[in-house]
Antibody
Framework: EVQLLESGGGLVQTGGSLRLSCAASGFTFSRCAMGWVRQAPGKGLEWVSSISGSGAATFYADSMEGRLTISRDNAENKLYLQMNSLRVDDTAVYFC???????????????WGQGILVTVSS | DIRMTQSPSSLSASVGDRVTITCRASQTIITYLNWYQQKPGKAPRLLVYSASALQSGVPSRFSASGSGTDFTLTISDLQPDDFATYYCQQSYSSPSTFGHGTKVESK
């Protein structure tokens, strides 16, 4: 059974940093790209970032590029999202998601974590 | 960025109804189009990938079609479990973008 469990969310002040983690199990982690999708309160889904199965290729949303680093540890089956210079409008539930494919360039998310709340306050 | 426009933004329907949701891309995305279902407080669920391929475990009352810029998701016999919000997503080019969602409510 595929399981994705996010951690590391919480309350942070404007300009602060957070590192989200996602522990994966139930599939061959290194063969699948992974990604992050966020959802602001009462709003729709927004793709944030993806990383290829090998970790060699990374992709970022324009709205957060320069403030994000996505990474993965294939030995530990973990995905990370380092977020810096956080703004109030980054407040959202952040979902970790498994991609059906390896490259990460055509994100298609077939399994999702339950999501973790990031609140940025001024 | 490719803009994804879903219509309607919401609809009211009854159990047994046939429901169709459309999604239009601002430029061609070939068939790099996915559909998700989301219920309140829950993670999204992949229903359809590559415009028309049903994800494993998704009931056959769901179907989807389209290519280029115009796509549809159809629920042929609406069930109580289908009341939810549906999103399309283009995965043709980065950044991947979602439609704003279509909320299917009970009439």
């Amino acid at each position: 059974e595929v399981q994705l469990l996010e951690s590391g969310g919480g309350l942070v002040q404007t300009g602060g940093s957070l590192r989200l983690s996602c522990a994966a199990s139930g599939f061959t982690f290194s063969r699948c790209a992974m990604g992050w999708v966020r959802q602001a309160p009462g709003k729709g889904l927004e793709w944030v970032s993806s990383i290829s199965g090998s970790g060699a290729a990374t992709f970022y949303a324009d709205s957060m590029e320069g403030r994000l680093t996505i990474s993965r540890d294939n030995a530990e089956n973990k995905l990370y999202l380092q977020m810096n210079s956080l703004r109030v409008d980054d407040t959202a539930v952040y979902f970790c998601a498994k991609d059906r494919y390896s490259p990460g360039s055509h994100p298609t998310f077939d399994y999702w974590g339950q999501g973790i709340l990031v609140t940025v306050s001024s | 960025d490719i803009r994804m426009t879903q219509s309607p933004s919401s609809l009211s329907a009854s159990v047994g109804d046939r429901v169709t949701i459309t999604c239009r891309a601002s430029q061609t995305i070939i068939t790099y189009l996915n559909w998700y279902q989301q219920k309140p407080g829950k993670a999204p669920r992949l229903l359809v990938y590559s415009a028309s391929a049903l994800q494993s475990g998704v009931p056959s009352r769901f179907s989807a079609s389209g290519s280029g810029t115009d796509f549809t998701l159809t629920i042929s016999d609406l069930q109580p479990d289908d009341f939810a919000t549906y999103y399309c997503q283009q995965s043709y080019s980065s950044p991947s973008t979602f439609g704003h969602g279509t909320k299917v409510e009970s009439k």
